[in-house]
């Protein structure tokens, strides 16, 4: 598949899979800082500390997909991988569809 | 170098000679090669299929294969299309012709049904998007769970403030889930009523303002089509909600 | 509701049935089409806009449009604190930005006037750092572990009469660092000789010459290497001079 590489392009990959993925691992621990939150094991000070670092953190990414010129190409790479956890839960929910694809793929 | 074919599309048909004219992509000439009463509109090209990196010629193709068929549509009543690029090869000491009326003869008693099945339909396509920012809106109104939250956020201070932000956000995710399986099995149950047969589509991310909740494609009666707009008008006027109604297609979805 | 057929409005809509629809036939008579999907897919992904790019490999046609959406909406003003003010130095360089985690060195341009010293970016029109240069303490050259194994690189540390450490690097610090100097000079103006660096986290590891095991710079510069027992040429010197001072004493 011919794509087209130069630093840019490059960088633009790169960065936009590794920002991606940060983004990712951070509402991840979003998603773990509420469980906590709500479990009643962390202090409201705790909790203080904690909102704050996560949204400096936050503001971080948006910073850096500002100064890097990446946000779009972030959004692509999220997009993307959303659609291809879509397709596999797609074919896993929808076997037929599976079979019927390699069967006209002749395999 | 064998000749092949470019397939547009089967029709029913056993008049002799029949020729659209020179309609085909790159101006070639389209005609119907017979097969008892089926006849293949085709070209005759070079065996390979067509490629070009250039997107405005092979946008034209692309259209130019799109009119063949409306037009062997319009002549000869239904059709079967196929898809773009489908080019029947020859082989040693097959010609192509041979090659496709062998799969013509093959095939026949399903192409038979399928046009029976098709006759007078035709297909149309129908997407209903909604606003995610006026559903939200409405879920926090009716939700009292999500509204409280939102009143409690306002005191919060900063990090507090936002680690319920978050916890707000997660759950106006999960109420717009529920309410957009909601509204796609509504939706999609409205719409069965009205039309014979019915694909579940892929749905599409690209609008940042629209979210694509249901995407379908409807085979139904040419003339039955005033009845799907009037359903899709209901929907259309919905608060939040906006429906594209296309068409009317050769069944490309339902064959 | 009436149903469009206008090609312009529903393009896509007929890329989606003559691509990936139609009739099939037994692939042993077709001519094999492998290769086209990528064709058709690139057309699908211009009109659409903004399909998965990355998946499809059109990540230049992406680029473009980002970047002429940047050059267009991005203006290009300079702060009323450089306009109109004699520009002494003009020279690209960054600052070192801290905030609560988040620590980032900030590239832009210094601009040095009569009087101040200005980081500006113009991309973001923001003024990163500004000092009027009156304020300046003291100006300390040092040499910092770069990013790249095994290279140096030379930051000033400007201390301000706050006692506020700022940390800042550029194409040509020396030039810049004399620059501050020769027009604080002229003005009568002076800076403390031999400051103290107020204490700051130094992240920096290095390794021991010795044995090779990783310590912060700051302990293995002052005290060795608590790993094998290594000191520096450096504290080598000063034990000496205690232990001598201390034989003269006791002599």
Redesign the interface.
């Known amino acids: 598949m011919p794509i087209d590489i130069d630093t840019d392009n490059l960088k633009h990959g790169v960065l936009g899979l590794v920002i991606a993925l940060v983004e990712i691992i951070k509402d991840a621990l979003n998603l773990q800082a509420i469980k906590r939150m709500e479990g009643g094991t962390l202090s409201e000070e705790e909790v203080e500390r904690l909102g704050e670092a996560l949204m400096d953190l936050d503001l971080a990414i948006e910073e850096i997909k500002k100064e890097q010129g990446v946000t779009e190409s972030v959004k692509s790479v999220r997009d993307g991988l959303d659609s291809i956890v879509d397709e596999v839960l797609d074919k896993m929910i929808n076997p037929e569809r599976w079979r019927k694809e390699s069967e006209e793929k002749g395999i | 170098m064998a000749e092949a074919r470019y397939l547009y599309c089967i029709v029913e048909g056993s008049e002799e000679d029949i020729t659209l004219g020179n309609i085909g992509i790159e101006g070639s000439r389209v005609y119907a090669i017979p097969y008892q009463d089926l006849c293949a509109v085709v070209h005759n090209c070079s065996p390979e299929p067509y490629k070009s990196e250039d997107q405005e010629k092979f946008k034209l193709w692309l259209t130019t294969h799109a009119k063949v068929v409306e037009v062997a549509w319009e002549r000869f009543g239904t059709v079967l299309p196929l898809g773009f690029d489908t080019i029947i090869k020859g082989e040693e000491g097959i010609a192509p012709d041979e090659n496709l009326k062998k799969w013509l003869k093959g095939d026949y008693e399903n192409l038979r049904q399928k046009l029976a099945k098709l006759k007078d339909r035709a297909e149309f396509g129908v997407q209903v998007f909604w606003d995610p920012k006026i559903i939200s809106e409405w879920v926090i109104e009716t939700s009292p769970e999500i509204k409280k939250l939102s009143e409690e956020i306002k005191s919060k201070s900063k990090g507090l403030a936002y680690m319920y932000k978050q916890k707000l956000e997660n759950l106006l995710k999960k109420e717009l889930e529920k309410e957009a399986d909601r509204y796609f099995k509504v939706f999609y149950e409205q719409i069965k009523r009205c039309v014979d047969q019915i694909k579940v589509e892929k749905t599409k991310k690209n609008e940042e303002d629209k979210q694509m909740l249901l995407n379908l494609s409807c085979l139904l009666f040419k003339g039955k089509s005033k009845i799907l707009g009037e359903e899709l008008e209901k929907i259309n006027h919905l608060k939040g909600f906006f429906v594209r109604f296309t068409g009317p297609w050769p069944p490309y979805s339902f064959v | ?5 206008d ?1 312009h ?3 896509v ?15 042993d ?5 492998a ?2 999907p ?3 897919v ?2 699908r992904a ?1 009109l ?8 499809y ?1 059109v ?2 046609a ?2 473009e ?3 002429a959406w ?1 050059r267009e909406h991005w203006k290009k003003t300079i702060p009323s604190l450089i306009e109109g003010k004699e520009i002494i130095l003009k020279m690209y360089g960054s600052y070192y930005y801290s ?4 620590n ?1 060195w900030r590239p832009g341009y210094f601009y040095l006037t009569n009087k101040r010293l200005i980081l500006y970016r113009q991309d ?1 029109e923001e003024i990163t750092f500004q000092i009027p240069l009156e304020e300046i303490k003291a100006l300390v050259m040092r040499e910092e572990a770069h990013l790249v194994k095994g290279k140096k690189k030379q930051v000033l540390y400007l201390i301000d009469k706050q006692d506020q450490v700022h940390r800042l690097n550029a194409v040509e610090i020396n030039q810049l660092k004399d620059a501050i100097e020769q027009n604080l000079e002229t003005r009568g103006l002076s800076l403390e000789e031999s400051p103290v660096l107020p204490e700051f986290e130094s992240e920096e590891t290095e390794t021991c010459p010795q044995c090779g095991k990783p310590a912060p710079a700051k302990e293995l510069l002052e005290e060795g290497c608590s790993s094998c027992g290594w000191v520096s040429a450096k504290i080598k010197q000063r034990t000496e001079n205690r232990e001598q001072k201390t034989e003269e004493i006791t002599a």
């Open positions: 509701m009436e149903p469009s057929r090609i409005a529903t393009l809509d007929l890329l989606d049935r003559i691509l990936d629809k139609g009739l099939i036939i037994n692939a008579i077709i001519i094999s089409v290769g086209i990528l064709i058709g690139n057309l211009a659409a806009g903004m399909e998965t790019m990355l998946k490999g990540m230049q992406w680029d449009k980002t970047r940047e905030k609560g985690i988040y980032t973001f």
